[in-house]
């Protein structure tokens, strides 16, 4: 056998052998970096769903105050007037500082349920207005009631069966954006009192 010129067989082999371990580095380099930023989604998906039950965890309760004040439900009668008011400030703080952790239908539903609760801006400086009927609440309350928690109340009082339903909504809101459930549904709370004065 005579020792001639490489033929394309052996320039094909030696090329094979040169590009593959190249070929394989990139593939590695490749699938290391979708892997990395996949392992970033995920943990900035636990992140955010822990940021948002953090907000559930700080938020649910003082919602929930709301929805008895407003229903005559729970621990409506150890609310006071000037209680609820300082309430809707909270929960206004709390949702608008949330407001880019959740989804457009959460903060949509809340600030719905803080409308049908209170009547804002009544004028300069005068804080909101509860919508609310304030009879049953003075015969609760009976000598603790302070004659200028009347001017809290708006002429205007809500359903209370529609802020139940908006209550409902949040929740509901709060469940899909933790990925609880795919189709929440919250139970009602009771019914509403039907003497409401």
Not at 42 to 71: G, H, M
Not at 141 to 166: H, M, N, T, V
Request: hydrophobic residues 45%.
């Amino acid at each position: 056998m005579q020792a001639g010129p490489w033929n394309w067989l052996e320039v094909a082999k030696l090329t094979a052998s040169l590009v593959t371990p190249v070929v394989v580095a990139i593939l590695g380099v490749y699938i290391h970096r979708v892997t990395k930023r996949f392992e970033l989604s995920q943990w900035k998906s636990q992140k955010l769903i822990e940021k948002r039950l953090a907000v559930y965890d700080d938020l649910a309760p003082l919602l929930n105050d709301l929805l008895c004040f407003f229903t005559y439900v729970g621990t409506w009668k150890e609310i006071d007037p000037p209680t609820a008011v300082n309430l809707k400030r909270k929960v206004d703080k709390k949702i608008h500082l949330a407001a880019p952790l959740f989804s457009p239908r959460f903060f949509n539903a809340c600030m719905t349920f803080q409308n049908l609760c209170f009547e804002t801006y009544a004028g300069w400086g005068v804080d909101a207005r509860l919508r609310s009927q304030s009879e049953r609440r003075k015969e609760a309350s009976g000598a603790k009631w302070d004659g200028g928690w009347d001017q809290l109340f708006s002429d205007e009082a809500s359903d209370p069966k529609a802020i139940r339903e908006s209550y409902r909504e949040i929740m509901e809101a709060f469940a899909a954006d933790l990925g609880v459930v795919t189709a929440p549904s919250v139970p009602a709370s009771g019914r509403v009192p039907g003497n409401i004065r």
